[in-house]
């Protein structure tokens, strides 16, 4: 059975950075891409990023530059650094792992962890 754990999360001024992790357990990850999402109050849960088993990776939209995502799959666990956050980075961000490759979207994504509170104060 697959369990994604996410940790890191936590109540930062507007500017400071965060790591997130997310361990995951259960089966053999080699070839599964690893996904970030968030989800603000009120909003659809988004896309931040994933990255594939080789390292190859994508972004949501205006996040490069501030998020970076990366992982180490002899620990199989994905990191989310996120620098010079916003208010508007306040959301409950997920992981999530799926074989389908490097995806983007909420449907591609089959397992998923419970994810982590952060908020980012003004």
């Known amino acids: 059975q697959v369990q994604l754990v996410e940790s890191g999360g936590g109540l930062v001024q507007a500017g400071d950075s965060l790591r997130l992790s997310c361990a995951a357990s259960?089966?053999?990850?080699?070839?599964?891409?690893m996904g970030w999402f968030r989800q603000a109050p009120g909003k659809e849960r988004e896309f931040v990023a994933a990255?594939?088993?080789?390292?190859?990776?994508s972004y949501g939209d205006s996040l490069q530059g501030r998020f970076t995502i990366s992982r180490d799959n002899a620990k199989n666990t994905v990191y989310l650094q996120m620098n010079s956050l916003k208010p508007e980075d306040t959301a409950v961000y997920y992981c999530a792992t799926t074989i389908r490759g490097l995806r983007r979207g909420v449907n591609d994504y089959p397992y998923w962890g419970q994810g982590t509170q952060v908020t980012v104060s003004s």
């Open positions: 990255i594939t088993w080789s390292g190859a990776n």
């Open positions: 259960g089966r053999s990850f080699v070839s599964y891409s």
